[in-house]
């Protein structure tokens, strides 16, 4: 069964840039069929999709975050990662990395919910000087 495992800083200053990694282990990152996404939840707040990179590399991103946000991989280690440049408290949230069928695309992109594909268990990231 694949597992997802997110790692990176719980706390970021303002104006830097926030990168997290996710490991995949238990299945092919190249796998067809899935995207590979990050979503992240703010305090008091619902989720929200940040973008996703698909199993040949191209990436789409959630037009709020899209001048701020690219997401890169390594296959030879299983790993995708996400960069979020500029950024400030409001980007304070648990950051999720979740492997979704293509088929949930729109799903995720709009309504994201745990019970779509299969998630991490979350990292907090803190955007405090």
């Known amino acids: 069964q694949v597992q997802l495992q997110e790692s990176g800083p719980g706390l970021v200053k303002p104006s830097q840039t926030l990168s997290l990694t996710c490991t995949v282990s238990?299945?092919?990152?190249?796998?067809?069929?899935?995207?590979w996404n990050w979503i992240r939840q703010p305090p008091g707040k619902g989720l929200e999709w940040i973008g996703y990179?698909?199993?040949?590399?191209?990436?789409y991103y959630s037009p709020s975050l899209k001048s701020r946000t690219s997401i890169s991989r390594d296959t030879s280690k299983n790993q995708f990662t996400l960069h979020l440049t500029s950024v400030t408290p409001e980007d304070t949230a648990v950051y999720y990395c979740a492997r979704v069928h293509i088929s949930q695309t729109a799903t995720i992109r709009s309504r994201p919910t745990k019970t779509t594909g299969y998630w991490g268990q979350g990292t907090q990231v803190t955007v405090s000087s």
């Open positions: 238990g299945g092919s990152f190249t796998t067809n069929s899935y995207y």
């Open positions: 990179i698909s199993n040949s590399g191209s990436t």
